[in-house]
């Protein structure tokens, strides 16, 4: 039996979540709307961004596909809802090293989320460390835990967006009943796939 594609829901930090994070745009020039750790995730500045388990372990990874589509908006703690891109996932590896290898191939630099020797987390000057920061140390250390033990990647293209300066708002509503709990990745229906992607026209 084919594969049906699947849709996918998920949500994500930006950098401009609080005022600590806007002052780290204004003064890097960074587009406001990336993740905002060290280790981006994913990465909406690279050309092919990747997902992989940093944030949510298996949650996504473990049920994802090649071709599948994933939806991005921010936190509802952010502020008001934004769709800032739409993936498509063009292959699934075995693991972080996998990944580097198919960037490396393509002589593409490594998108910031792929945990390999030659490839640093970004300086705590450019993030915004979550709630229960410790040290910087132990913040990188447990990105390499969590590549290790979640190691699957998705190697993706952007089919709407990247939109990291002003991307278009999510109605609470859009879907006619509640807005799902994006705490853990949510599979959504063709149809509202679709109502996300039109807010891009």
């Not at 990465?43 to 994933?70: M, W």
């Not at 939806?71 to 769709?83: I, N, Q």
Request: glycine share 4%.
């Amino acid at each position: 039996m084919p594969y049906e594609t699947q849709f996918f829901l998920n949500s994500f930090h930006p950098l401009c979540k609080n005022e600590v994070g806007r002052n780290i745009c204004k003064n890097n020039n960074i587009a406001p709307f990336v993740d905002y750790s060290i280790r981006r995730e994913p990465d909406f500045e690279h050309n092919f961004p990747s997902v992989t388990g940093l944030c949510r372990c298996d949650k996504l990874i473990g049920q994802a596909e090649e071709n599948d589509f994933i939806a991005y908006v921010t936190v509802k703690s952010a502020g008001p809802r934004r769709l800032v891109a739409i993936l498509q996932v063009l292959h699934k590896l075995k693991n972080h090293s996998e990944g580097a290898d198919w960037y490396h191939r393509n002589r593409l630099p490594l998108p910031r989320n792929c945990v390999v020797l030659d490839n640093d987390a970004l300086p705590l000057s450019l993030a915004v460390p979550p709630s229960n920061f410790t040290t910087y140390k132990k913040w990188c250390l447990g990105y390499i835990w969590r590549a290790r033990h979640y190691p699957t990647f998705l190697v993706c293209r952007a089919v709407c967006g990247p939109a990291l300066r002003n991307p278009p708002f999510v109605p609470e509503n859009i879907f006619e009943r509640p807005f799902p709990n994006t705490r853990s990745p949510k599979r959504i229906s063709k149809k509202e796939f679709t109502m996300l992607r039109q807010l891009f026209r």
